[in-house]
């Protein structure tokens, strides 16, 4: 069975930096794409970033392009979300996902998810 | 970026009865859709994608169809467990888009 553990999160002052990790288990893992998704407190969902399976190609949505960084350990299974000069606005629950189709391809939707890690931006 | 806009905001049915959601793309995302459920303090679950094919274990009373700009979400006989906020997601270009959700409550 799939299962993705998101560790990592808490309370962090606005600026400052929080490290995410997605432990993956059930799946290998190298094959398929991830992504991290984020919902604020309340509200929608958010598409935040997506790695492909090989980590070479990053996606980051125009809100946190320049400040996030993805990136994936494939010896660790783990996926990772680095977040600098965070915001209020950043505060949301991170869920990390797996999408559905190995390999590449454009078809990036999420068959599993992880539980979600609530992170909080606050002074 | 392509703008996804569910209607209604809320919809409350009768358990039983049938219920349609709705999903408007603001340009065409083909049928490069998805939908998700989620229940409170829950991760999303992937229900439908390809606009129309269902997902592993889903139900069958789950069906979606559409393609373009407009999409559909229909129950066929809406069960207890069905009642949650529904998100459309299209993947045809990025950034990826979610809507805004429609919830689904108890009449």
């Known amino acids: 069975e799939v299962q993705l553990l998101e560790s990592g999160g808490g309370l962090v002052q606005p600026g400052g930096s929080l490290r995410l990790s997605c432990a993956a288990s059930?799946?290998?893992?190298?094959?398929?794409?991830m992504s991290w998704v984020r919902q604020a407190p309340g509200k929608g969902l958010e598409w935040v970033s997506a790695?492909?399976?090989?980590?070479?190609?990053?996606y980051y949505a125009d809100s946190v392009q320049g400040r996030f960084t993805i990136s994936r350990d494939s010896s660790k299974n783990t996926l990772y979300l680095q977040m600098n000069s965070l915001r209020a606005e950043d505060t949301a629950v991170y869920y990390c996902?797996?999408?559905?189709?190995?390999?590449?391809?454009?078809?990036?939707?999420?068959?599993?998810w992880g539980q979600g890690n609530l992170v909080t931006v606050s002074s | 970026e392509i703008v996804m806009t569910q209607s209604p905001a809320t919809l409350s049915v009768s358990p039983g009865e049938r219920a349609t959601l709705s999903c408007r793309a603001s340009?065409?995302?083909?049928?490069?859709l998805a939908w998700y459920q989620q229940k409170p303090g829950q991760a999303p679950r992937l229900l439908i994608y390809?606009?129309?094919t269902r997902a592993t274990g889903i139900p069958a009373r789950f069906s979606g169809s559409g393609s373009g700009t407009e999409f559909t979400l229909t129950f066929s006989s809406l069960q207890s467990e069905d009642f949650a906020v529904y998100y459309c997601?299209?993947?045809?270009?990025?950034?990826?888009?979610f809507g805004q959700g429609t919830r689904l409550e108890i009449k």
């Open positions: 790695i492909s399976a090989s980590g070479g190609t990053t």
């Open positions: 059930g799946l290998t893992f190298s094959s398929y794409a």
């Open positions: 390809g606009a129309s």
């Open positions: 997601q299209q993947y045809n270009s990025w950034p990826l888009t």
């Open positions: 340009q065409s995302v083909s049928s490069n």
């Open positions: 996902a797996k999408r559905m189709i190995p390999f590449g391809g454009v078809s990036y939707y999420f068959d599993y």
